[in-house]
Structure formats: structure tokens, C-alpha cells
């Protein structure tokens, strides 16, 4: 019971931004890529803690046909922190890395911050995904 409340326990507000994150969510790829992202605006909104936000990426990356998931949050400095997780197909460390000089992690669990705007990063992360699953295809 104690590693299901830690894993899974959301408090109200975080239930409110997993809502709005898949309702907003954006497939590209051919669906194999989901990205949801987080701005000033919606942390305003919703008062939102960056705690409020842990574990949103992981299930993210389990919706059907999805092969990779990146959750971009924006940060009051205008950093843009990345969460990216894969499935496997897709080494999200390298991608990681690829991002940013700190960036890095596990073949299926990484991330980064980028010094960027967010639409800007949104872009970038596409455009690498789809390098690495044209390479993975080839």
C-alpha cells in the first residue's frame, strides 16, 4: 500500500493538470509521439507545484501506438525542463543528451532542461524523435 500511494497518490490539483494534459496533448509521428506541455499560464491557473506534475510522463508513454512521450514544463526563468520516456524503440538518453550538455538519464527514462522557448523546444524534441525512428527503421 505504502509504494501504490507513493507511485500513484495525486493530490486534487495534480489530478486537475493530468486532466488537462491529456486533454491537450499533441501525437505527431504518425502517433508514436505524445507531448504535453506545461506553461507559465496553466502553473498560474491551476496553482500548480511541480510535484503536482511527477509521474504524469510515465503514463503518458503507455497510451496505445505511443512509442515515446515528452512532457515540457516551462520554468519562471523561461528554462524549459524535459521529461522523456520510451517504450524502448527509442533511446531517450541519447535524445537527452542531444537537448542539452546536461542532459541524460537511461535508455528509457531521461531528461534534460533547455534554455529555449517553449514552442521552440517542442519542435526540436519532434524533430529528433523523428532522426531516431528513421534511424531505428533503417
Known amino acids: 500500500q505504502a509504494c501504490a500511494r507513493v507511485l500513484m497518490e495525486r493530490s486534487q490539483v495534480g489530478m486537475r493538470a493530468l486532466g488537462r494534459l491529456y486533454e491537450t496533448a499533441t ?5 508514436r509521439l505524445v507531448v504535453a506541455t506545461v506553461d507559465e499560464r496553466l502553473v498560474a491557473q491551476l496553482d500548480l ?6 509521474g504524469i ?3 503518458m508513454v503507455f497510451i496505445q ?8 514544463i516551462q520554468r519562471p526563468n523561461g528554462a524549459v525542463k524535459c521529461s522523456l520516456r520510451s517504450r524502448g524503440g ?4 541519447l535524445l537527452a543528451q542531444e537537448l ?7 535508455h528509457n527514462a531521461a531528461g534534460a532542461t533547455v ?7 517542442v519542435c526540436r524534441v519532434i524533430a529528433l524523435t523523428r532522426t531516431r525512428l528513421v534511424a531505428q527503421a533503417s
Do not use: K, R
Request: proline share 5%; charged share 20%.
Open 27 to 31: 501525437f505527431h509521428l504518425h502517433e
Open 49 to 54: 507545484a511541480e510535484t503536482d506534475l511527477e
Open 90 to 93: 527509442v533511446d531517450v538518453c
Open 100 to 106: 542539452s550538455d546536461h542532459g541524460g538519464g537511461h
Open 65 to 72: 501506438g505511443v512509442e515515446m512521450a515528452a512532457l515540457l
Open 57 to 59: 510522463v510515465d503514463g
Open 115 to 121: 534554455q529555449m522557448p517553449l514552442p521552440d523546444v
